[in-house]
Structures are given as structure tokens and as C-alpha cells.
């Protein structure tokens, strides 16, 4: 789990996209002095969500307003919105 400060640009080669699915979840947490975060999360592939359970193969990114609108532009950027 991070809460992500930025965005750079990766240089590694291009690759295609990954073999396997997953479902994510987001959640907006309220604001605690630093302002309103969005947190998404994920589950290993395969896994399946278990009510009541907080899995271990849980991949979970939270975004501060600022990340966030830098992801919105990125996205804006490649997917031409």
C-alpha cells in the first residue's frame, strides 16, 4: 500500500497487455487534514473477494487530490478523452 505523490513516464519497452483480469474497488476516505483520498485496490488475480475478509493479495494505491488530477490528465492525454 503507497499513497502516490506523482507520475513519471516509464522507458521500458512496450509489452502487451496482461493474460488475466481483475475486478478493482475504489473508495473516496475522508478527508483527515491532508484533504480527500482516493484509494483503489485490486485482487491477485484468481482470488476471489470473501465478505468480511482483508486480504493478504490485496494491491491497494491511494491518490491525494493532486495525484489524482495528474492521473486525470494522463488519462485525458492517452485515451483522448
Known amino acids: 500500500m503507497a499513497i502516490?505523490?506523482?507520475?513519471?513516464?516509464?522507458?521500458a519497452?512496450?509489452?502487451?497487455?496482461?493474460?488475466?483480469?481483475?475486478?478493482?474497488?475504489?473508495?473516496?476516505?475522508?478527508?483527515?487534514?491532508?484533504?480527500?483520498?482516493?484509494?483503489?485496490?485490486?485482487?491477485?488475480?484468481?482470488e476471489r473477494k470473501k465478505p468480511g475478509s482483508n486480504s493478504h493479495t490485496r494491491q491497494t494505491f491511494q491518490f491525494t487530490r493532486e495525484s489524482a488530477h495528474q492521473l486525470f490528465q494522463i488519462l485525458k492525454v492517452e485515451f483522448k478523452f
Not at 505523490?5 to 522507458?11: L, N, P, V
Not at 493474460?19 to 483503489?40: F, K, N, R, S
Open 13 to 46: 519497452k512496450r509489452r502487451g497487455p496482461h493474460p488475466t483480469e481483475v475486478m478493482a474497488y475504489w473508495l473516496m476516505l475522508p478527508d483527515h487534514g491532508t484533504g480527500p483520498i482516493l484509494q483503489i485496490s485490486s485482487l491477485k488475480s484468481g
Open 4 to 11: 502516490v505523490t506523482g507520475f513519471e513516464k516509464d522507458d
